[in-house]
């Protein structure tokens, strides 16, 4: 089977797509028939090595891809709760593997794989599991009550924009900052209010509510910047451990790193079937143009996921 692989990360180096063999489901597992895997920046940091530094695993590839929608083909011992043919999302969680969703198979352990929702393809329901888990577990990090207030930055961006639908539906007062030529798109997810992210966001929160918003989940990375639109004694999550501040006036801090959790893949799914999730796909690649898909991406200003097809 074709699979993106990196043979040696670093800043030189570059994915590739190569021949290897097919992958066979252990116990607890399931093997997927890839119909879709979204591209992410996560892809890029396995490509270069996470912070600029080769794996310290040794191996002879790393695979590349965490998202995919597809169908079981193939059940590992002791799987139960599904069957082959059915339709699934799942994440594959982890750096260090050899072989990633961007494949044409991948194994994933069954508690990595949710049912797929019903209401949107694979190209869609492949943007689900990696940016929906994110957001859901930063929200539940950050423990935004009804009534209280959320700072979100890089709220077009894949987990802001969802994080941003997900604390509106729980009636919360999210303050939304993207690029000023996004405020309609944000406001149609929930956003309360709006900054431009070219402002001072400090200045910004502040004119809205004196003393500054109880809560923040940067998406955007903007790391002190956040941290000081935030009360004294506020809370503040951070989904990239660069740009995690040091907790400043009596503030709590936090950085969510992903995991899988098949009870919050179930939770998603319900919302896009409910018509309570947006997905957002801004372009679709084979998966031979991978590399393609990557620079896409490194360029920015996607508003939605990329998708590889096999």
């Known amino acids: 089977m074709r699979a993106a692989v990196v043979r040696k990360p670093g800043r030189e180096a570059v994915v ?3 021949e290897v063999p097919t992958p ?3 116990r607890g597992a399931v093997r997927i028939k890839v119909a879709a895997a979204a591209v992410n920046p996560v892809d890029l940091m396995v490509r270069d090595g996470v912070g600029g530094t080769p794996f310290a695993a040794s191996r002879d590839q790393w695979g590349v891809g965490w998202d995919v929608a597809g169908t079981i083909d193939a059940l590992g011992a002791d799987v139960t709760e599904f069957a082959p043919g059915q339709a699934v999302i799942g994440i594959s969680d982890r750096l260090d593997v050899s072989l990633g969703a961007q494949a044409d198979y991948i194994v994933l352990e069954a508690g990595n794989i949710a049912p797929a929702p019903t209401t949107v393809n694979a190209i869609a329901a492949a943007t689900i599991p990696l940016n929906g888990l994110t957001a859901l577990q930063a929200l539940a990090a950050v423990g935004t009550q009804q009534g209280q207030s959320l700072l979100i ?3 077009t961006g894949a987990v802001g924009g969802f994080a941003v639908e997900l604390a509106a539906a729980e009636g919360i ?3 939304a900052s993207a690029a000023a030529a996004d405020e309609q798109a944000v ?3 929930g956003a309360t209010d709006f900054i431009p992210r070219e402002s001072s966001l400090p ?3 502040r004119e809205l509510i004196p003393g500054g918003v109880d809560t923040a989940l940067d998406a955007a990375a903007l790391g002190p910047q956040t941290l000081a639109a935030v009360r004294a004694g506020g809370r503040f999550v951070s989904i990239s451990v660069p740009a995690t501040p040091i907790p400043l006036r009596g503030t709590r801090v936090t950085t969510v ?3 899988a959790d098949r009870a919050q893949l179930d939770r998603l799914v319900a919302a896009v079937d409910t018509g309570k999730l947006t997905l957002r796909v801004a372009d679709t690649y084979p998966l031979d143009a991978v590399v393609a898909a990557q620079q896409r991406l490194a360029a920015g200003g996607l508003r939605g996921r990329l998708v590889l097809i096999p």
């Open 153 to 155: 930055t890089g709220a």
């Open 257 to 259: 790193l992903v995991h």
């Open 24 to 26: 066979q489901p252990g």
């Open 173 to 175: 007062r999210v303050i």
């Open 16 to 18: 590739e797509l190569a």
């Open 187 to 189: 406001r149609a997810l």
């Open 203 to 205: 200045d910004a929160v």
